[in-house]
């Protein structure tokens, strides 16, 4: 298990590195780092772990050998919690299990008016978010995700609805389709009921880009 490969799964502004331990048709693990760290935190781990098991180690957004956000983009931790989402979707991993380490599991503090227990982790909450996705978790010198009970069924339908249709639109990305200005008009009067066409024709001068096509 000391050898690797690296590997590359790409998002919207550029790619997620990950370095991949063991048979890939091994029970599968992804592995998250910690604060500031990168995938090679479990260089020395991986190596004493079970021989039989696929370890993918993911470098987060702007860590290691992964693409930074666009200049002037926050780093949420819902945003690596999405991190992970997609990831697994890469590999189309349906059920695995998660060891998370430091950040991977860290605490971070929220609103505290929706949350009795102010901290969250990257790790438990992908499980709270999927818990079918999750055979096991690994949690690496830290508690759980603890949501007052009263909040549990609003933050995981809110948080869960924003990941799950993010990635369904970036996976329907499609080149724009050129219309003529009057089909383009009707196409935003349609989206937008509350729209006059006098309206609808004033936003499409400065909201449109005209081309050979279109």
Request: hydrophobic share 45%; aromatic share 12%.
């Amino acid at each position: 298990l000391g050898m690797f490969s690296e590997l590359k799964f790409p998002v919207p502004w550029g790619y997620v590195a990950a370095k991949a331990w063991g048979p890939s048709d091994g029970h599968a693990v992804l592995c998250l780092h910690g604060w500031l760290d990168n995938a090679n935190t479990f260089d020395k781990l991986i190596p004493l772990l079970p021989r039989d098991c696929y370890y993918v180690a993911m470098d987060f957004s702007g860590h290691g050998l992964s693409s930074h956000r666009p200049a002037g983009s926050p780093y949420h931790f819902l945003d690596y919690v999405t991190d992970v989402r997609r990831v697994a979707a890469a590999l189309q991993w349906r059920r695995f299990t998660l060891m998370g380490h430091s950040m991977g599991k860290m605490k971070t503090s929220l609103n505290a008016q929706l949350f009795s227990f102010s901290y969250c982790f990257i790790s438990p909450q992908f499980c709270f978010l999927y818990p079918e996705m999750v055979d096991k978790l690994i949690l690496l010198e830290n508690l759980g995700f603890l949501l007052a009970p009263e909040d549990t069924e609003a933050w995981l339908k809110s948080k869960r609805l924003v990941i799950d249709r993010l990635l369904s639109l970036e996976a329907k990305q499609q080149t724009p389709k050129a219309r003529s200005p009057e089909a383009a008009l009707q196409r935003l009067l349609e989206a937008n009921r509350h729209l006059t066409a006098e309206g609808g024709a004033i936003l499409l001068q400065r909201g449109a880009t005209e081309t050979p096509a279109g």
